[in-house]
Structures are given as C-alpha cells and as structure tokens.
C-alpha cells in the first residue's frame, strides 16, 4: 500500500468543446471520490508537446502534492506506454506519455525517483479504440494512486534515464552573442525566452536582440510600465526568466515573433545608437 492523494493536477491539449476533459474527470471521481482536480490548463495547442512541457515545467513548483495527469501527445494509439514518474520522495507522481512532455517538470521537481511503465492492460478501462490514452489509461491509473496503489503495482519498472528527454533547448554562446529562442508567447504577446537574468548579468541595462529579421535595443526593466512608450523592456518574469515586453501592447507583434523562433542577445557596442525610428509626415490642421 502506497501513501494516498487528494489532489490531481491536470493538463491537456483537449480544449473544452468536446466532452473529453469531463469524461476524464468523470472517471476519477467515480474511482477516487475524495480527490479534486486542478485544471492546470486544457488550451494548448493541439500536438504541441513543446507548449505543453514548458507550461507543466512552469508550474510544478506550485502544485500541491499529489498526481499530475498531463497528456499532449500526437502518437497516441502507437502503440508506445504511457508511464508514471515519482518525484521527491513520493510527495508526487506525473503520469503521461513518454514523448519528452513530463521531462522539465521532472527535473524541476529534483529528478525521478521510481517510474514505471503503465503496461498491465487490466489496470485499464476497456475500450473500443486505443487513441484515448488519457481517459483509458491516465485517469484510472491516477485514481488507483490516490487510492493508495504503490506505483511497482501499477506497471513495469523502468529506469528514468531511458525516458525521452525533454524538448526545450538551451541557449549557447556564439562569439559576444547569446542565441536562445522564445520558449512561448502569452495572450498579452510577452515572450519569454529561454535566458535568464544571471545569463547576462554583466551586459548592463541595454542590450540588442534579434529575432528573424527585426533587431532593435531592448532595456532591463523591473516590470512592463517601467518600458516606456514604444519601447521594447526585458523583464524577469513570474517564472525567473527573461521576457521581452511592450507596455500594453503586444511583443510578439512588434517583432514579428512566434514561439520557438530563434532569439539572438548581445551587449551594445560603443557605436549603438538603440530604438527604432519612424519616418512621419506633419500636415497642417483645417
């Protein structure tokens, strides 16, 4: 007997026109009454795994102990199980597929401790199709370990390591510049990037930043209405990464961005003028 949970964290590319999320949610409460379910988010976009496991890996740490139930995953049905991860101590247990989507989320939480593949079919509902992974296979599994089932009970172990890692890349350095990409893009249009603050800590408060085709002079700030009118700021944002913002308005439209683009940063030279100009014609009033 394993220790019991009441809470599972759940994150999916479902969206809520369809019946799925209920469905699933239907599932554990008829299997584990006790439990509530925290919809973490059900809007990424469909197959994203990218999106899916930067969000997980942006809130693990403020999820309550128990079970995250997360599923983007465009090779369902193919045959490759789904499995389940411990994490410190046991004080949480991620189950989804094995494509890289629980990976950052993992590390974040201090790495694996036990994972096992959730290969024994009887544990599972009986379905006429094999494509919904997460309502046959993740939602009882789930209610199971909030019932107390120990995680050597609900599969075949494994070992963590032969797991596929996750998609997010690092930045690296080429020369004076640091390339990195924009991990993700909200619905403000706030970019963040996959730089922290310490990664250019010595560059002072303005720095150049290329993304595509676009570079303009970008300036530290502490949050958006310190950027001033026009302006494009780097901010730390909420998950201690580096942002670039506009002032009510959107970055991503202002530099042509979407999510995975390359982002180039770099220290100004002596000769950088910074910001943009805009030619504008003045026509008398009347």
């Given at each position: 007997?394993?220790?019991?949970?009441?809470?599972?964290?759940?994150?999916?590319?479902?969206?809520?026109?369809?019946?799925?999320?209920?469905?699933?949610?239907?599932?554990?409460?008829?299997?584990?009454?006790?439990?509530?379910?925290?919809?973490?988010?059900?809007?990424?976009?469909?197959?994203?795994?990218?999106?899916?496991?930067?969000?997980?890996?942006?809130?693990?740490?403020?999820?309550?102990?128990?079970?995250?139930?997360?599923?983007?995953?465009?090779?369902?049905?193919?045959?490759?199980?789904?499995?389940?991860?411990?994490?410190?101590?046991?004080?949480?247990?991620?189950?989804?597929?094995?494509?890289?989507?629980?990976?950052?989320?993992?590390?974040?939480?201090?790495?694996a401790d036990r994972a096992v593949l959730l290969d024994l079919d009887d544990l599972h509902l009986a379905a006429p199709g094999v494509t919904m992974t997460a309502r046959d296979v993740l939602a009882p599994i789930a209610a199971r370990l909030c019932n107390g089932a120990d995680l050597f009970e609900l599969g075949s172990a494994v070992d963590a390591d032969v797991l596929v890692p996750g998609v997010v890349p690092l930045p690296r350095h080429e020369g004076d510049a640091l390339v990195g990409e924009v991990l993700a893009i909200d619905r403000f249009g706030n970019c963040q990037l996959n730089i922290g603050p310490d990664d250019v800590a010595s560059w002072g408060e303005q720095l150049h930043v290329t993304i595509g085709e676009i570079s303009r002079v970008a300036r530290r700030v502490p949050t958006f209405g310190a950027v001033g009118a026009g302006a494009v700021g780097l901010v730390v944002d909420g998950s201690g990464m580096l942002s670039l913002v506009l002032d009510r308005r959107s970055a991503a439209e202002e530099l042509a961005a979407s999510a995975g683009d390359q982002a180039t940063l770099?220290?100004?030279?002596?000769?950088?003028?910074?910001?943009?100009?805009?030619?504008?014609?003045?026509?008398?009033?009347g």
């Open positions: 007997m394993g220790r019991t949970y009441d809470t599972i964290s759940f994150l999916s590319d479902f969206g809520t026109a369809d019946e799925h999320v209920g469905v699933i949610k239907s599932i554990v409460r008829d299997l584990a009454p006790h439990v509530v379910v925290v919809d973490l988010t059900h809007d990424i976009a469909p197959f994203d795994v990218r999106a899916g496991s930067i969000a997980l890996a942006r809130a693990v740490s403020y999820l309550p102990s128990g079970v995250v139930l997360a599923c983007v995953d465009p090779g369902a049905g193919l045959g490759r199980p789904s499995v389940a991860v411990e994490v410190a101590g046991g004080a949480g247990v991620l189950l989804g597929p094995d494509n890289g989507l629980l990976a950052p989320a993992v590390a974040l939480a201090g790495g770099r220290p100004l030279d002596a000769d950088d003028r910074g910001g943009v100009t805009t030619p504008v014609t003045l026509r008398p009033l």
